[in-house]
């Protein structure tokens, strides 16, 4: 997006190839090509983002789109802002959701008030686009913020190609400029929610190390919090040139409770791990879940169940109590709800549960298209 909206030049290395990526450079690619509707998929991300950015195309309409479980998805805060500073946006279905109809025009409110309790991306939209905002140089946060990691991670990211942007308390100042670089290349560090998969395989399975490259120690990335807390789990990092050396030692553990708050993605992860070792789980601050692929809360309520995990969900949090053991040789079968870290966080609990299949496994490929292709390499 930054390379889009700043039309900078730079080459982008170690760039992801997931659906979620090509999608987004394919919708780029059409909004440059004049066409005016814009389809996004599953990609809940784009569509956030490219929601902010088409209000500022002046004189130009667009309907965005995506897929069924898209139009299922809400959209209605971040619209309500962008409106109330001027955008014209309206509905073309269902009231809230996708997909929507943009006439780009000039915006020129100084603020812009959001509310901070739903979700980091729709800041995150604002931000990145912020550039093409031509007087608006100041957010005000209303409320909690959820995944605040993910909006200093945004924040990074701008100051990187030369924006002045700084968070204090509930307001984010903007100053003026465009993005700028000189930079003839970007090195793109790898996922650290994909890395997460590995790290519970390991915990799970009889591997005694594995080595994970692309990833930076001093991270950006919210999910990079996944170092500290297989530390419960008796898993060392260590960091090395381009690699990490992950290596399991003994650690036994009967509880493991953490606020997800700041990084929801690494959630169904860390509940399979609890699963696997069979320990009890305090896991909070999952606001955010209801609102993804699927209602993450409920789904994984439904799976980790058919373990013999005794569940209970709340709209915010989710408590394995215990266990009614079932049979390691049990035909267990792992509904992903099109969700493709459903499939990613329980697959390695194969290394347990021999006769467990996960349905519809290629959903990977909306974030991991080579998962299979990498865990396979685990056994």
């Not at 307001?171 to 998969?197: C, M, T, V």
């Not at 419960?232 to 003994?250: A, C, E, L």
């Not at 215990?322 to 329980?346: C, E, Q």
Request: charged letters at 25%; aromatic letters at 8%.
């Amino acid at each position: 997006m930054i390379k889009f909206i700043g039309n900078l030049k730079f080459n982008i290395e170690n760039l992801s190839d997931s659906d979620d990526t090509k999608l987004l450079i394919n919708a780029l690619h059409d909004i440059h090509s004049g066409k005016s509707e814009i389809h996004i998929g599953d990609a809940g991300t784009n569509m956030r983002f490219l929601c902010a950015y088409l209000t500022c195309l002046e004189n130009k309409t667009f309907v965005l789109t995506g897929s069924e479980r898209m139009k299922e998805r809400p959209i209605k805060e971040l619209v309500d802002s962008l409106i109330s500073i001027g955008a014209d946006i309206s509905y073309v279905e269902k009231n809230g959701y996708p997909p929507i109809k943009i006439v780009g025009k000039a915006l020129n409110a100084s603020q812009i008030s959001m509310k901070a309790n739903v979700s980091s991306q729709y800041i995150s939209a604002i931000l990145l686009s912020s550039p093409l905002l031509k007087n608006t140089n100041q957010i005000e946060l209303d409320g909690d913020v959820v995944s605040s990691s993910y909006i200093k991670m945004t924040i990074e990211l701008m100051r990187l190609f030369g924006k002045n942007v700084s968070w204090t308390n509930d307001i984010i100042e903007i100053k003026p400029g465009l993005y700028k670089s000189d930079r003839q290349s970007i090195y793109n560090e790898s996922d650290w929610s994909a890395a997460s998969y590995f790290y519970n395989a390991l915990a799970l399975g009889d591997l005694e190390k594995v080595e994970l490259t692309g990833l930076l120690k001093n991270s950006v990335q919210a999910d990079s919090k996944i170092v500290d807390l297989y530390k419960t789990f008796g898993i060392n990092s260590d960091f090395q040139t381009n690699q990490i050396k992950v290596s399991k030692i003994n650690k036994k553990v009967d509880h493991f409770e953490f606020d997800f708050t700041d990084c929801p993605d690494i959630a169904q992860t860390l509940s399979v791990t609890c699963l696997g070792l069979g320990i009890t789980a305090n896991l909070t601050g999952l606001m955010t879940l209801k609102i993804k692929e699927t209602d993450r809360i409920v789904a994984l309520k439904n799976e980790l169940e058919k373990f013999g995990a005794i569940v209970e969900i709340t709209p915010t949090s989710l408590h394995i109590k215990g266990y009614d053991p079932i049979s390691k040789n049990a035909d267990i079968l792992v509904n992903t709800y099109n969700d493709h870290r459903m499939a990613m966080s329980f697959a390695p609990l194969k290394f347990i549960y021999s006769n467990m299949v996960i349905e519809n496994k290629d959903v990977v490929s909306k974030s991991f298209p080579k998962f299979w292709k990498e865990f396979s390499k685990l056994s």
